[in-house]
């Protein structure tokens, strides 16, 4: 099995470690990419800037998405990846802090497939994170990896 | 002639004379009866020989009548004016016609119509004249209370603050009193379809035209708002109503109407919308204060918690058990404050949440989070009953927190409680229906619970005998009030408590 990458975009360097550090208590040995705005994301799933000649066939297995983000806010990263051919049924779980109501509205709107609320308590964190990766990573089937559109 | 002959005769006579009284008194009843008075004149209009009609109206011999002397029967006021008048005729030869008072034998004046006309004999000349006078009193008093009545009805109108108008059955306009042409400077007496339509403000008129003309078609009474032009130049707001008057038949006979300034309500109205405005603008602000609370808080609280539980973990050996037990205080205590802006956001979003109001099946919702309660809490052995058959109308989401917060409550303080026991249902209290949630738990003192309960951040226990946040209480009675209802409690130390809520539709 191909080592699959899950693509963290998230600005607070104490939340990314506490998830990285969640998913290595759960032995989730997966890559881990990690976004600190919304613009690097696009620029990793899309090849360019810095990621540039990226295979863009090369897609995460997941994305883990915080809303409130800089540049571009998770949102707008959501409805970008879900506007492309190329990353339209890429799995996206929205990971935030909030549960305001029209956040859970707006991203699932857009196609979200998954929205978890970080807990304060680690204890219940690592355990979200536990269940995300079962779940994302093992129980889930992902869609048949697409060929490079013909140009 | 013998005595027989002369008494026989002076009978006759006498009976004669009396027959003859008859004739007269009946003459003279037909003639005031009729109200109507016939005389003859010469070619030169004065009166001359027997005037029997004229004598019994007006009581003058013929004597007192003849020549000029008729005029004395005529009212002092009226005399001038009719000798004019006749005179000109007389000379002229023309029939005339003209209004007097004359004195009926008992020394009342009436109004009559006097008409005559010239009589001519073969060449020509005028013979006499002949006149008739009739009795028009009745016909002046009418016209006089309808005088009076719309003398009455102007004194009335002009007296009014509001324009006040008036138009015929087809919608023209033939009525305004004296605060219209005050207001719009335009001449008294000034009527007629086009005396308004160009006072009205041009972004109002197309709408007033129509609601006018559809008013006279369908006869509907109606209202509208609209702007006219003082003299000044200056618009103001005014509320224009209108009403048709109806006939015994139901057939419309005029329109009335009136225009009332409202540009005091108008200014209050634009106040109000101006605060709302604001107020929308000040809870966006809040919503976007409250998202930032919800996220920027917890991160740092995430770290907290998350690297003292890193610590413990990693250093764990470098640890002794007071700085363990040191570190697991400070995880609860990062808990706790995340419950706190949890608890702190819902209670600030039931005051920012647009009410619906519904039927909502409050036995359903009880009886839910009651089986909630017992799946989390398994160890617990409490009972929870639940009346049958709970309505509230309200918001379905709002009472449902209601709901979780009394019963959540209720839940935590019967947790010391051997047999719990919690109640859910209806009752009368004050002559008011009210919801009730009871417990057996550990209950409050009365003393301290004033002003307290339903206070956020306000708590009768320790924390260490129950946790929480002293905000769902806070929570419930504003959502409460929110419904236009009224919440209360009752209870005793170590016997339970009873909280009460009554929504304004009736519990």
Redo the contacts between chains.
Sequence with gaps: MPNKIILLVEDNADDEALTIRALSKNNIRNEVVVARDGARALDYLFARGVHEGRNTADLPQIVLLDLKLPKIDGLDVLKAIRADARTKRLPVVILTSSKEESDLLHSYDLGANSYVRKPVDFTAFAEAVRQLGLYWLVINESPPEQRAPAK | MSAMELESFEDALAASREGLRVQLERYKSLVLALAQVIWTQNSKGVMTGEQPSWATYTGQSLAEYVGRGWLDAVHPDDKASSVAVWARAVSGGVPYELEQRLRRCDGEYRYFSVRAVPVLDANGSIREWVGIHTDITERKRNEQTLRDSERRFRELADSMPQIVWGADPDGHFDYYNQRWYEFTGRPEGVTGDSSWTDVVHPDDQKECLERWHSATRSGDAYEIEYRLREKTGVYHWFLRRALPVRDRTGRITRWFGTCTNIDGVKAKEEVLRCANVETAAANRELESF??SV???L??????I??????TLEDNADQLDAQGKANLARV?KA??T??RLIDDLLSLSRVSRLELHRENVDLTRLARGIGARLHETDKDRDVEIVVQDGLVAEGDVTLLGAVMENLLGNAWKFTSQTTKGRIEVGLASKDGREAFLVRDNGAGFDPAHAEGKLFGAFQRLHAATDFPGTGIGLATVQRIVRRHGGQVWAEGEVGRGATFYFALSGGA
């Excluded at chain 2, 917890?298 to 770290?303: G, V």
């Excluded at chain 2, 918690?305 to 890193?310: H, I, K, L, N």
Aim: charged share 25%.
């Design positions: 409250s998202y919800a996220h920027d917890r991160a740092p609280l995430r770290s918690d998350g690297f003292s539980q890193a995880r990062a808990q404050m995340a």
